[in-house]
């Protein structure tokens, strides 16, 4: 878990083939982009949140809603720019879990244009 809380500073690149734009669960927030966005495709410092079979994991590390809350504070306080957010999920969330992550990684960033992202992965 050390590990995912020190990506929060860390550089990574964003290139995964199996990643598209997600909006299968209505439009994400305002300022929220896509992942077809150029963005997306820089390096930039990232923390990705994934969402899958009804498990949350920060940076590929499992963890509980209140443990992502308390990363996203840690977040929240960087000097800006913040480090981009990405809400990654599967085809098959269900969208409720897709929502209140959204509403979650929102209600304590409140992503300025550019800050969080949002994609679906497909399942290999």
Not at 54 to 72: C, I, M, V, Y
């Amino acid at each position: 878990m050390l590990g995912s809380l020190l990506l929060i500073t860390g550089l990574a690149a964003t290139n995964d083939a199996s990643l598209s734009v997600a909006p299968r669960c209505g439009s994400p927030p305002p300022n929220w982009v896509a992942a077809a966005s150029p963005l997306a495709r820089t390096q930039r410092v990232k923390n990705t949140i994934r969402l899958q079979d009804g498990r949350l994991s920060w940076n590929g590390d499992p963890l509980t809603e209140t443990l992502a809350r308390q990363f996203l504070e840690l977040v929240n306080h960087l000097p800006n720019p913040q480090p981009l957010t990405v809400l990654n999920y599967s085809a098959q969330t269900p969208c409720e879990d897709v929502q209140r992550t959204r509403s979650l990684i929102q209600s304590v960033i409140q992503c300025g244009p550019g800050e969080c992202l949002e994609m679906v992965f497909s399942r290999r």
